[in-house]
Structures are given as C-alpha cells and as structure tokens.
C-alpha cells in the first residue's frame, strides 16, 4: 500500500487548502475502507466510539518514546516544532485539529503505519507507530493517562481524535 499519498510528498505548497483536503479526504476514504470501514460526514463509523483523545489513552512515557523516534524518523521532514515543512504537513496546531477533528486514532495509525516514512513506508514499528501517535496528542494539548495506547487497529478506531459536543 505504500504510495497511499503521493501527492502529498512535496506537493502541498502548489495546492489550494481544498484541493489537500479533497486528496485527503479521498486518502482517509481508502484507509477506512480497507479497514472494513465507513466514512461517514467526516468521522469513521463503526459502532459507537468509547473513548476521545480527551479521556487520557496515552502516557507520558509513550510520548517521550515517540518525541525520541520523531527526531529520529520524521522531523527531518515534519520540522523540530511538528509544523510541516516545505514538502510535509504539520502535525500540530489549529488546522491539523480542524482536518482531523472527529476521525478515530485508527484512521491516523494506518496512514502513518503505511505511508511514513516517506522515504521507506512501512519502516516503523506498530509500537514505534502509537508511541508517535502519542507525541502528536500531546503535541496537540491532550492530556496523558496512565495507560499506553496500544497498537491495536480495532482499538484504535474506537479512539476519536476529538470529543464530540453530543458525547461531553
């Protein structure tokens, strides 16, 4: 599945906002899918979701293994600050939230799982793969908790990235 977003790689500054989220959108659209998922409106449907990125699924430790495979593995690309870069996105900051307001962890885990690093996707880990997950949360201003985020697919897509107002 590599390639999953190859416009994306040193594209996105050519691109109008809509055009990146159209081809995004379209990306999320095909991970679902092969995830026996369904987008539904701008959030995966799958049953009903149990827990936010609000509720603490991550833990400080998880986030500090996750800063160490960033510098490692991505901030080359994604920038020191998780900003984006000339030819990558940010992994922070107001419009990350708004892109992916309402999406589950799952959606996120296999775009990053299959398509990063881009110069050899599918190198990381599952486990290197939720412990960045982590980092972006906290990144992102969501707390930690006292468990890890496990690199279980199923769980995952049962974790939104956002709570939703009708759920609080």
Known sequence: MPGLLPECAGSLPQKSETQVTKMVLSTLAGTAALAGMTLVAGSVSSGTLQATAEDGVYSAEQAD???????????????????????????VGRDFMHFWAQESLGILYAIIQETMPEDDPGRLSPGETVDLIAMILRGNGFPPGDEELEADTDALFEILLTAAQEQR
Do not use: A, D, F, P
């Open 65 to 91: 293994r996750g800063q160490r495979t960033y510098v490692r593995e991505c901030g080359t690309c994604h920038g020191v600050q998780l900003r984006g870069g000339e030819t990558s996105i940010g992994l």
